[in-house]
């Protein structure tokens, strides 16, 4: 099949599940083309059947804003009609699914069929979806999908409460490759982060504001006072600077590590020994789920789809957002007993298996076949 993924490129999961979902299609012999205006970060060069399509956006003095979805939707004529697209399969509704709708009225017009399939996957409907300048847009172009997609059974509820939405929603969860996860801490990174008997507690995410990563450090404050302990801060985003003074005011810079944004964390979770997720809001939770691949407990939020990732007692534990102190005591009480952490280092690793790769990729390609017929 040729198969004509849009997604955005930069970091944050739902690039990340594309990307994945994209590389597995290619793998399997189908011809994979990405649309977007950079290359997805985690998309590399060599991958045969991989294509990969820039937006060039349209730079005039008169646009104070440059109409993205508008050459966004011109880009997509193009390639389906040159590369003979069978279907279109966008990732994050805003703009994509609108500009999905926009090509596939275009192509009508030379008698060429387009159906896309839209996956929402977390903050184009909590968020940003939800805002008044978008309902409308996003609730038409939703209903308008060939087929709808969410990451999470929590998502779905969420699009049926705050949108107009008649379509069915398909739940299709994140996946990983359980593979590409490691069974015992990478020595080299252990050497340069681990001190002695000192525990590592790791977050990962876009350091935006959903993610309360000043519960990240507070919840690691209170782990410190019990434990030698250092905490990594994986990535990177609006919310840095914040962060930083927090740790300057809980006299914690010296065990509080930012390492910044890395390409891929397969390596660096594998020396963790616990994962932090203190979130507003979230669909899924791919990090965690990819803690949970490299054998981490999550001590996380209940909010959203992350009671469907992490399991209250098996993998990690579940707090109200904001009850920094019940996360601060599950994570002591895990971390105190040796025995208990190894049994729900084991339940980490068995729930992930469950999302792997090969249980989900299927259910997108049952779609797609569907399509064809
Ligand atoms: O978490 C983010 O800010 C990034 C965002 C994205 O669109 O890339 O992540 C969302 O999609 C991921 C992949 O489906 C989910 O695992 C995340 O839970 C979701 N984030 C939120 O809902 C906040």
């Known amino acids: 099949m040729n198969i004509g993924i849009i997604c955005f490129p ?15 299609l290619a793998l399997k012999g189908h011809h994979v083309h990405f649309i977007s205006y950079e290359k997805p970060f985690k998309l590399d060069d060599s991958t045969e ?51 999905a709708y926009m090509a596939q009225q275009i192509l009508k017009t030379k008698k060429i069929k387009l159906p896309f399939i839209t996956t929402l996957h977390g903050t184009d409907i909590t968020l940003v979806g939800n805002d008044p300048s ?42 990983i490759c359980c593979n590409d ?36 450090v507070k919840v690691f404050g209170l782990i410190k006072q019990s434990f030698n302990a250092k905490l990594l801060l994986i990535g990177d985003g ?9 740790c300057e005011q809980l006299k914690l810079c010296d065990h509080i590590k930012m390492v910044g944004k890395l390409k891929s964390t397969d ?28 054998r981490v407990p999550v001590i996380s939020t209940n909010s959203g789809g992350l009671p469907e990732v992490n399991i209250n007692g098996k993998t990690g534990y579940l707090s109200n957002v904001g009850n920094i102190e019940e996360m601060a005591k599950n994570a002591i009480s895990l971390l105190k007993d040796e025995a208990m952490l190894k049994q729900f280092k084991e339940n980490s690793r068995k729930h992930a298996e469950t999302f792997d790769i090969k249980k989900i990729l299927p259910q997108y390609e049952a779609i797609y076949h569907r399509f064809l017929q």
């Not at 294509?51 to 050459?71: N, R």
């Not at 609006?238 to 927090?246: D, G, T, V």
């Open 49 to 99: 059947n991989l294509y990969f399509h820039k937006v060039l956006i349209s730079d005039y003095a008169l646009f104070d804003y440059p109409p993205y979805e508008h050459s966004l939707t011109n880009k997509i004529v193009d390639v389906a009609q040159a590369e003979k697209l069978d279907l279109l399969h966008v990732h994050y509704a805003i703009p994509h699914a609108s500009a």
């Open 134 to 175: 978008a309902n409308e847009v996003i609730t038409f172009a939703m209903n308008q999908s060939t087929v709808l997609t969410a990451v999470s059974e929590s998502l779905k509820n969420d699009t049926y409460t705050n949108f107009n939405v008649k379509k069915e929603i398909q739940v299709i969860p994140n996946f």
């Open 267 to 294: 390596k660096i979770l594998s020396i963790a020994d616990l994962f932090l997720l203190t979130s507003e809001t979230e669909s899924f939770g791919l990090v965690a789920l990819e803690a949970m691949a490299s």
């Open 238 to 246: 609006p919310e840095r600077a914040k962060i930083q003074n927090l």
């Open 10 to 24: 930069t970091f944050g999961g739902s690039g990340v599940v594309a990307t994945h979902l994209g590389k597995a």
């Open 181 to 216: 996860y490691l069974d015992q801490p990478d020595s080299e990174l252990s050497e340069i982060y681990v001190d002695g008997d000192e525990k590592i507690i790791m977050h990962v995410s876009n350091f935006r504001k959903v993610k309360r990563i000043e519960d990240v």
